[in-house]
Antibody, heavy 122, light 108 residues
Framework: QVQLRESGPGLVKPSQTLSLTCTVS??????????WSWIRQPAGKGLEWIGH???????NYSPSLKSRVTISIDTSKNQFSLKLSSVTAADTAVYYC??????????????WGQGTLVTVSS | ELVLTQSPGTLSLSPGERATLSCRAS???????LAWYQQKPGQAPRLLVY???TRGPGVPDRFSGGGSGTDFTLTISRLEPEDFAVYYC?????????FGRGTKVEIK
C-alpha cells in the first residue's frame, strides 16, 4: 500500500515562503490514474484543499490560494512539493499530502500522509 | 463555486444507535464524485465511502452512503465506540476538490 510522508520546516516567518515536500513510498508516483494533492487544516477547523498536480505536471489550485501557491513534482525522486508564498498567521495549519484516485468515473482521496504542523510566527 | 453543507454540525448519540449524516451541495453534482471521510483527533482523514455508496478498503458494512443530485447521506447503522469522530463529505467538480465543514459524532 502506498505511503506518503510530509517533510519541511515546522516554523515559518510571516511574509516568507512555506515549503513542504511529500515523499511517496511503496508505489510509483508516475503510475495509475492519480492526482497528488495538498490539503490543510487549521487547528479545530475543517479541511481545505490547496491544489493538485498530475504525473505529467499539470496543476489545479484553489481559487482562494492560487496567487500564492506552486505545486511541483519530481518523478525521479517520487516526490511532489508545495510552496506557499507571503504567509501570514492565517496559514498556520496541519498540512497533509494525499493521493487522489480518478478512474471509472470516481474521484476521491485514497491515501493520506500523517500531516505536518506548520506555524507562521516571528 | 460549489459549496457542500453538512448537517447537523454535531450529533450526540449513544453506542448502538443509528447515525444519519447529511451533505447538501449548492448545485447538482455527479454522485460518482462524492466521498465521505472519517477523522479522529490527531489523525489524517480516512476514506469511508465513495461513488457515493462503495465502501473503502477495510471499512465495516455498518457504514453506508447514498443519495443523488444535491442531497447525500452517510449512515452508520449501529455506532461502535470507535465511530465517534468527525465526518467530512467531499466533491470533485470542474477540477476542484471541495470538502464540507464536517459533522462531529459525539458520545451522548
Amino acid at each position: 500500500q502506498v505511503q506518503l510522508r510530509e517533510s519541511g520546516p515546522g516554523l515559518v516567518k510571516p511574509s516568507q515562503t512555506l515549503s513542504l515536500t511529500c515523499t511517496v513510498s511503496s508505489g510509483s508516483i508516475s503510475s495509475g490514474s492519480y492526482y497528488w494533492s495538498w490539503i490543510r487544516q487549521p487547528a479545530g477547523k475543517g479541511l481545505e484543499w490547496i491544489g493538485h498536480i498530475s504525473t505529467s505536471g499539470s496543476t489545479n489550485y484553489s481559487p482562494s490560494l492560487k496567487s500564492r501557491v506552486t505545486i511541483s513534482i519530481d518523478t525521479s525522486k517520487n516526490q511532489f512539493s508545495l510552496k506557499l508564498s507571503s504567509v501570514t498567521a492565517a496559514d498556520t495549519a496541519v498540512y497533509y499530502c494525499a493521493r487522489n484516485y480518478y478512474g471509472s468515473g470516481m474521484y476521491y482521496f485514497d491515501s493520506w500522509g500523517q500531516g505536518t504542523l506548520v506555524t507562521v510566527s516571528s | 463555486e460549489l459549496v457542500l453543507t453538512q448537517s447537523p454540525g454535531t450529533l450526540s448519540l449513544s453506542p448502538g444507535e443509528r447515525a444519519t449524516l447529511s451533505c447538501r451541495a449548492s448545485q447538482s453534482v455527479s454522485s460518482s464524485y462524492l466521498a465521505w471521510y472519517q477523522q479522529k483527533p490527531g489523525q489524517a482523514p480516512r476514506l469511508l465511502v465513495y461513488g457515493p455508496s462503495t465502501r473503502g478498503p477495510g471499512v465495516p458494512d455498518r457504514f453506508s452512503g447514498g443519495g443523488s443530485g444535491t442531497d447525500f447521506t452517510l449512515t452508520i447503522s449501529r455506532l461502535e465506540p470507535e465511530d465517534f469522530a468527525v465526518y467530512y463529505c467531499q466533491q470533485y467538480d470542474n477540477s476542484q476538490w471541495t470538502f464540507g465543514r464536517g459533522t462531529k459524532v459525539e458520545i451522548k
